[in-house]
Every structure is written in C-alpha cells, then in structure tokens.
Nanobody, 124 residues
C-alpha cells in the first residue's frame, strides 16, 4: 500500500514556473513507477509525465515536452514535476499516481494508487 500526497499547486501568472511535489508513505516507494496526470474541468484525465524507479527513464506528454522535468528523490519518497513557461491551458487539477513495476503507462487505468490532487490555475 502506498499513500500519495501532492503539493505545490496554486494561482500563477502565465509564463512562470511551478514545481509540484508528490510525497509517498507506506510501502517501499523506490520500486514504484510514478506518473503525473492532470484533469481540466469537463475534460478527461490526461498523462503529463512519468518516471521509473531508477529515475533515468522518463516520459512526457507532447503538451509539456521541452518545458517540464520530472524527477524523484527516493530517499525523501518524493517525485517532483517542474513545469516552466506555464500557459492558461495548463490549468487543471494535477494528480500523481503510482504502480509497482511495469512500464510508464500513459492511461490512468494502469495505476493503482492515486493522490487527492493539487490544483494549478494559470491566469493570462
């Protein structure tokens, strides 16, 4: 069992950067694949970025590729998502999700554990 808690969201101006954190407790977090998803009002939950347990394998959605970075600190049981040059279309609830082993899947159904989310609003 893994419990996930996101933090770092808020109201920001477009063009700035934001770093979200996902902190885990419970089972051995270092063996888990962790991904970030986001969901805007009226839209489906979509994949943003994912990272394997070793921290060396990552995957990004085209919408954030080149302006975001996912990283993890297994000693702190935390995964970070840095998003730069934020745009109003980045406004959404951001959720971290985890699964034990496998690949960095981009669909929510493959993830077992979810946090409650942190909301990001980007104003123009």
């Amino acid at each position: 069992q893994v419990q996930l808690v996101e933090s770092g969201g808020g109201l920001v101006q477009d063009g700035v950067s934001l770093r979200l954190s996902c902190t885990a407790s419970g089972d051995s977090f270092s063996s888990y694949i962790v991904s970030w998803f986001r969901q805007a009002p009226g839209k489906e939950r979509e994949f943003v970025a994912g990272i394997k347990f070793n921290g060396e394998n990552t995957k990004y959605a085209d919408s954030v590729k080149g302006r975001s970075a996912i990283s993890r600190d297994n000693a702190k049981n935390t995964v970070y998502l840095q998003v730069n040059s934020l745009k109003p279309e980045d406004t959404a609830g951001y959720y971290c999700a985890a699964r034990n082993g496998g690949l960095i899947y981009t669909t929510p159904q493959y993830y077992i554990y979810w946090g409650q989310g942190t909301h990001v609003t980007v104003s123009s």
